[in-house]
């Protein structure tokens, strides 16, 4: 039974350009969620997708954009890079409503670097 | 506002010691409570996690965690660390009851180093 898989797993990028990470929930999940982890620090909640919808948000703003496809696998777009968006993206699935008493299960990651 | 606090970034301990990480909360009412593990190149593995009832909670690879309310203090114990337990823990928060969707609120972690 696979786990989360996430895609790629490393990717470098420069200033102002758009990136695409993609997310595989763990067999029989239907809820995904975003964290971004920057360096030294815990992961920062950027959102969760429950039925193909953007269900609760973190304080992200809305260059971070996201979409769950009906097979529940996920991606999450960021545009116009900043430097600051150097970090490990998390994505975290759950069966259920996607409320805490769900476990979430963490992806291995995507480092993103943006130079 | 709600925070997370892991006062010890980095901790080092021997082999077969004792080890206690310690973490506490800021939050308006009793909140759902979490310890998470991190191994490099590894996603986070949740340990053991803190809901309602017994204040006492066992979890993974002889972990345990008490919830103190009046510490505002959720700690994480061993009784006896193992080479393999040298990683990144995570306390992590999220809010109770209706609504309470995935947004868990993260500390900034403890760093665990394994003395042989």
């Known amino acids: 039974d696979a786990g989360v898989t996430q895609s790629p797993t490393h990717l470098i990028k420069t200033r102002g350009q758009q990136v695409t990470l993609r997310c595989s929930p763990k067999?029989?999940?239907?809820?995904v969620s975003w964290y971004q982890q920057a360096l030294g620090q815990g992961p920062q909640f950027i959102f969760q997708?429950?039925?193909?919808?953007?269900?609760q948000r973190g304080n992200f703003p809305d260059r971070f954009s996201g979409h769950q496809f009906p097979n529940y696998s996920s991606e999450l777009n960021v545009n116009a890079l900043l430097l600051g968006d150097s970090a490990l993206y998390l994505c975290?699935?759950?069966?259920?409503?996607?409320?805490?008493?769900?476990?979430?299960?963490f992806g291995p990651g995507t480092r993103l670097t943006v130079l | 506002a709600q925070s997370v606090t892991q006062p010890d970034i980095h901790i080092t301990v021997s082999e077969g010691a004792s080890l206690e990480l310690r973490c506490n909360y800021s939050?308006?009412?009793?909140?759902?409570l979490f310890w998470y593990v991190q191994s490099p190149g590894q996603g986070l593995q949740l340990l053991l996690k803190?809901?309602?009832?017994?204040?006492l909670v066992q979890g993974i690879k002889g972990f345990e965690a008490e919830f103190k309310r009046s510490q505002s203090s959720f700690n994480l114990r061993k009784p006896s660390v193992h080479w393999s337990d040298a990683a990144e823990y995570f306390c992590?928060?999220?809010?109770?009851?209706?609504?309470?969707?995935?947004?868990?609120?993260f500390g900034q972690g403890t760093t665990l180093q394994v003395k042989p």
């Open positions: 975290a699935s759950s069966q259920g409503t996607g409320h805490l008493t769900d476990t979430q299960y």
């Open positions: 067999s029989g999940h239907d809820t």
């Open positions: 803190y809901f309602s009832g017994d204040t």
């Open positions: 939050y308006g009412a009793t909140p759902y």
């Open positions: 997708y429950y039925e193909e919808e953007e269900r």
């Open positions: 992590a928060v999220g809010p109770h009851g209706s609504g309470n969707t995935g947004k868990l609120i």
